[in-house]
T-cell receptor, first 113, second 109 residues
């Protein structure tokens, strides 16, 4: 079945540094990938839609200069949290669409100290 | 008001019980998804529905488009079913997803 690999699964970084999260489709090509964020005890919230070869589309309230998305190939999308702050600590997860179904990565738990 | 409402928020069941989780939504949708999130955070897509009913193993999902309601049923529940179950609807544009806040299920042996 369709597999999406997300890396790293956990990361702790210092405030002010940047963190890159990778999302790879392993056995299919994903022209579109989605990035979500989930705060404790809250539901998933769509942050942005990543389109291969073009600029990402960000949801209202998501800072595009802080959450940099690059979708340079049909199998890889990256989310970079720039100048991270403790309030960016969250669970980030990607998903990709294939054959009208959605496959999710395993998620990345980011802790900013 | 959330576009997607789930009930109950928390559910504890004895092993073997029949479980129902409900989802109501207020927007027009192209599809409804049921997702399972385990304690570590990883998410598995269980079902995608646009009409009727689907069954996979002990899991059954139904949707009533007219009533804007979906249910997820688990038959013969097992402790390994313990997870958060999330209802998500896809509405309008390709990337418009609305998520419920989830139902936390604990199945006790």
């Amino acid at each position: 079945g369709a597999v999406v690999s997300q890396h790293p699964s956990r990361v702790i970084c210092k405030s002010g540094t940047s963190v890159k999260i990778e999302c790879r489709s392993l056995d299919f090509q994903a022209t579109t990938m989605f990035w979500y964020r989930q705060f404790p005890k809250q539901s998933l919230m769509l942050m942005a839609t990543s389109n291969e070869g073009s600029k990402a589309t960000y949801e209202q309230g998501v800072e595009k200069d802080k959450f940099l998305i690059n979708h340079a190939s049909l199998t890889l999308s990256t989310l970079t949290v720039t100048s991270a702050h403790p309030e960016d600590s969250s669970f980030y997860i990607c998903s990709a669409n294939r054959d009208n179904g959605y496959t999710f990565g395993s998620g990345t738990r980011l802790t900013v100290v | 008001k959330n576009e997607v409402e789930q009930s109950p928020q928390n559910l504890t069941a004895q092993e073997g019980e029949f479980i129902t989780i409900n989802c109501s939504y207020s927007v027009g949708i192209s599809a409804l998804h049921w997702l399972q999130q385990h304690p570590g955070g990883g998410i598995v897509s269980l079902f995608m529905l646009s009409s009727g009913k689907k069954k996979h193993g002990r899991l059954i999902a139904t949707i009533n488009i007219q009533e804007k309601h979906s249910s997820l049923h688990i038959t013969a529940s097992h402790p390994r079913d313990s997870a958060v179950y999330i209802c998500a609807v896809r509405s309008g544009g390709y990337n418009q997803f609305y998520f419920g806040t989830g139902t936390s299920l604990t199945v006790i042996p």
